[in-house]
């Protein structure tokens, strides 16, 4: 009878030693390592896991740093603490302490308007971008409008000078269809681009006329409708109407067509 419980105690011391077995070959569980991007110093190895605690310190240290080196106004009539503000970000004691660069001539650093900046609390990186940008935009276009204002005074004398602004267009026309055929392209841009190099222009253009109809007189002994057409348009004609030449383009006219 006493053999079953001899056998039911072996099983059980069996049973027993398997688990032992079982329990010493499953590996213990590794705990986390510490990412690359986490500072030693807020990491927990015992833990495997982020010190909480060291970070929130970290932070508040950081805050009061910050609120040390940067002082903020506790209202409107701190003027104080905005000073200091100021100054921390980078805007000088005083306006003529700026040290501004300039791009041109024209825009030689202004007291006035360094003292407005500086109230306004603009920095010297500030007051410099101010004059950069003036130079970069505002230059280009005052150049641009006054070319464009001398270019219409210009206009305004010429139309005058040549009997209106419909007269004015059409020689022109003539100049520039004259300068094209006689003149290199320079030569006629540079001249054409003043009230008295139109006007050379057009003396060079009627000084070459006469030596034309002279030779077409020469060779065919009448003047052709082309060259009748631009001795109309001579001022010699409809300007100062000149007895002689008036009298040279009524023959033609006659000559070509007929009484």
């Given at each position: 009878?006493?053999?079953?419980?001899?056998?039911?105690?072996?099983?059980e011391?069996?049973e027993v030693?398997?688990?032992a077995?079982a329990?010493?070959?499953?590996p213990?569980?590794?705990?986390?390592s510490?990412?690359?991007?986490?500072?030693?110093?807020?990491?927990?190895?015992?833990?495997g896991t982020?010190?909480?605690?060291?970070?929130?310190?970290?932070?508040?240290?950081?805050?009061r740093k910050l609120?040390r080196?940067?002082?903020?106004?506790?209202?409107?009539?701190?003027?104080?603490?905005?000073?200091r503000?100021?100054?921390?970000?980078g805007r000088?004691?005083r306006p003529?302490?700026y040290t501004?660069e300039?791009?041109?001539?024209?825009?030689?650093?202004?007291?006035?308007?360094?003292?407005r900046?500086h109230a306004?609390?603009?920095?010297q990186?500030?007051?410099?971008?101010v004059?950069d940008?003036?130079?970069?935009?505002?230059?280009?276009?005052?150049?641009?409008?006054?070319?464009?204002a001398?270019?219409?005074r210009?206009v305004?004398?010429?139309a005058?000078?040549?009997?209106?602004?419909?007269?004015?267009r059409?020689v022109?026309r003539?100049?520039?269809?004259w300068a094209?055929?006689?003149?290199?392209p320079?030569?006629y841009e540079?001249?054409?681009?003043?009230?008295?190099?139109?006007?050379?222009?057009?003396?060079?253009?009627?000084s070459s006329?006469p030596?034309?109809?002279?030779?077409a007189?020469d060779?065919?002994g009448?003047l052709?409708e082309?060259t009748?057409?631009?001795?109309?348009?001579d001022?010699?004609?409809?300007?100062?109407?000149?007895?002689?030449?008036?009298?040279?383009?009524t023959?033609?006219?006659k000559?070509?067509?007929?009484?």
């Amino acid at each position: 009878m006493k053999e079953p419980a001899v056998n039911s105690e072996n099983e059980e011391l069996s049973e027993v030693e398997r688990t032992a077995s079982a329990d010493e070959a499953t590996p213990a569980p590794t705990k986390p390592s510490r990412p690359a991007e986490i500072p030693e110093k807020f990491w927990d190895p015992e833990a495997g896991t982020v010190r909480v605690d060291a970070l929130l310190r970290s932070y508040l240290e950081l805050e009061r740093k910050l609120g040390r080196s940067l002082p903020q106004p506790e209202g409107p009539d701190d003027a104080a603490a905005r000073e200091r503000l100021l100054a921390a970000l980078g805007r000088p004691a005083r306006p003529e302490d700026y040290t501004i660069e300039t791009r041109s001539e024209l825009l030689a650093p202004d007291p006035d308007l360094n003292a407005r900046l500086h109230a306004a609390g603009f920095t010297q990186s500030q007051v410099q971008l101010v004059y950069d940008l003036a130079a970069e935009r505002l230059l280009p276009m005052v150049a641009r409008l006054s070319e464009e204002a001398e270019v219409s005074r210009q206009v305004e004398r010429l139309a005058t000078h040549f009997g209106g602004h419909d007269r004015w267009r059409e020689v022109a026309r003539e100049i520039k269809t004259w300068a094209r055929a006689n003149l290199e392209p320079e030569v006629y841009e540079a001249l054409a681009s003043s009230y008295q190099g139109v006007l050379a222009l057009h003396w060079m253009m009627r000084s070459s006329e006469p030596e034309l109809l002279g030779r077409a007189e020469d060779t065919s002994g009448q003047l052709d409708e082309q060259t009748l057409d631009r001795m109309v348009r001579d001022p010699r004609y409809w300007r100062d109407r000149d007895p002689n030449f008036i009298a040279r383009v009524t023959e033609g006219f006659k000559s070509l067509y007929g009484d």
